[in-house]
């Protein structure tokens, strides 16, 4: 029997190719790549300059989010408005220096509004301010060279600081610029009539009062004028109308308690500056006056000793208060405390030398006369009156300091103690 070995089995088919066919697609992509990528590389310059921007970019955007991750949170400021309607609301009320401290932060931020600086600044100088109101009027006027009115304040502001030179040019450009601008007659009025010029200052009030006889500086200067002419009743009444245009003007109301205290209306006086204390309880010029009549008109000593005491503690650098007080505790014995109020007049920078002269006595007598040879030679050196000057000799001789007078004829006043306005100076009066 024979086994048949099968044949081992060999496919049949196509025979097999060098270079397949079936990946042609690829070396066809290859192919193209390269060329791009040559032409890219030839064209390199081209393509640098939006791919640097682009990067750039995106490194800019990543560096400020990093900043603002890491920056504070900001705080809100307030608005320059905000600070106006403050300054409008205290002034309402008669508040002025909360006023006139809200009109400053209102100035900083609107540096070009002619009306804030204008108010700013006669705020200031009705309120023992001149200096800082000329600051203020200057910055009206670069706000605005050709604003009539900031010239007109400018002119006001010098005046009160009794620089007529400069005021005058200030308030006949003013003029120029508005020949009918009542309110800068009005201060034309009021400086004329404080130079002695009397015929002209009364023109200047006429021509304003018949311009704008609503306008409360021009009522108020009509009735300044009056006054300096002798004709009470007629200023009184234009005071009158000036303080019901605007009621919280203090320092027309402190006219027209001058003139009612001139006139021995002191019912009137004292009713007057009660009605500013209420509108206004931080007003040491009210109190200052309402103390001086209190005790020199009405004999009322206990309630003009509050009055002055209010007036130290609302403005502790008051010179007339402080004088006053201390005058008050001399005349009571009470010499340390006395001692203390007048030196705190002199540091605030009372020229009266009747000031130096009390306080050396109070020093005299709570045996301290190291500190009362200072102030009593200050105060010779201030002294005006032989009266005065005596008296502050024999002070001194009580410390053992002998001193040679040299008189001169200048009247000072009196020096009786708490004689009428004996302790209150011009520059110690400031309305607030």
């Known amino acids: 029997m024979y086994l048949k070995t099968p044949k081992r089995y060999t496919p049949k088919g196509r025979k097999r190719r060098l270079i397949s066919l079936r990946w042609w697609w690829l070396y066809l992509l290859t192919l193209i790549v390269v060329v791009i990528g040559a032409g890219i590389w030839d064209q390199r310059e081209m393509f640098r300059e939006p791919i640097e921007r682009a990067l750039m970019a995106q490194i800019q955007e990543l560096e400020d989010r990093a900043a603002t991750a890491q920056a504070p949170t900001p705080t809100a400021t307030d608005s320059p408005v905000n600070y106006l309607n403050a300054a409008a609301a205290a002034y309402q009320?008669?508040?002025?220096?909360?006023?006139?401290?809200?009109?400053?932060?209102?100035?900083?931020?609107?540096?070009?509004?002619?009306?804030?600086?204008?108010?700013?600044?006669?705020?200031?100088?009705?309120?023992?301010?001149?200096?800082?109101?000329?600051?203020?009027?200057?910055?009206?006027?670069?706000?605005?060279?050709?604003?009539?009115?900031?010239?007109?304040?400018?002119?006001?502001?010098?005046?009160?600081?009794?620089?007529?030179?400069?005021?005058?040019?200030?308030?006949?450009?003013?003029?120029?610029?508005?020949?009918?601008?009542?309110?800068?007659?009005?201060?034309?009025?009021?400086?004329?009539?404080?130079?002695?010029?009397?015929?002209?200052?009364?023109?200047?009030?006429?021509?304003?009062?018949?311009?704008?006889?609503?306008?409360?500086?021009?009522?108020?200067?009509?009735?300044?004028?009056?006054?300096?002419?002798?004709?009470?009743?007629?200023?009184?009444?234009a005071y009158e109308r000036a303080l019901q245009l605007e009621p919280s003007r203090a320092y027309i109301a402190f006219n027209l308690v001058d003139l009612y205290r001139r006139q021995g209306q002191y019912d009137r006086a004292v009713s007057l500056l009660r009605n500013v204390i209420d509108r206004n309880p931080e007003s040491a010029g009210a109190y200052a006056r309402l103390a001086n009549i209190l005790l020199a008109d009405l004999g009322e000593r206990e309630q003009a000793r509050d009055a002055a005491e209010r007036c130290t503690a609302i403005a502790p650098n008051n010179i007339a208060c402080l004088a006053f007080l201390g005058t008050l505790q001399l005349t009571d014995g009470e010499y340390n405390l006395c001692a203390r109020s007048l030196d705190r007049a002199i540091e605030a920078g009372s020229t009266n030398a009747l000031h130096y002269y009390y306080a050396g006595t109070c020093h005299i007598v709570i045996d301290d006369c190291a500190r009362a040879r200072d102030i009593l030679l200050r105060g010779l050196e201030l002294a005006r009156t032989v009266e005065t000057q005596e008296d502050i000799r024999d002070a001194l001789a009580q410390c053992q300091v002998i001193v040679t007078l040299v008189p001169t004829p200048t009247p000072e006043g009196s020096t009786g103690l708490l004689d009428d306005d004996s302790i209150l100076t011009p520059e110690a009066e400031t309305v607030e």
Request: no cysteine; proline share 3%; aromatic share 12%.
């Open 93 to 237: 009320r008669g508040a002025l220096d909360e006023a006139i401290d809200n009109f400053l932060l209102a100035a900083d931020g609107m540096p070009n509004d002619v009306a804030i600086h204008y108010e700013l600044a006669h705020l200031l100088t009705t309120n023992g301010r001149a200096e800082e109101g000329v600051r203020a009027a200057e910055k009206a006027i670069n706000a605005d060279p050709y604003s009539p009115e900031a010239w007109a304040i400018r002119g006001m502001a010098y005046e009160w600081l009794g620089e007529f030179e400069l005021a005058l040019p200030s308030l006949y450009r003013a003029l120029e610029l508005d020949a009918e601008n009542a309110t800068a007659y009005a201060f034309l009025a009021e400086t004329f009539i404080d130079m002695g010029k009397l015929e002209q200052a009364w023109e200047a009030a006429e021509t304003a009062l018949e311009l704008d006889p609503a306008n409360f500086n021009v009522q108020r200067n009509y009735g300044y004028v009056a006054e300096f002419s002798g004709m009470y009743e007629e200023a009184m009444q």
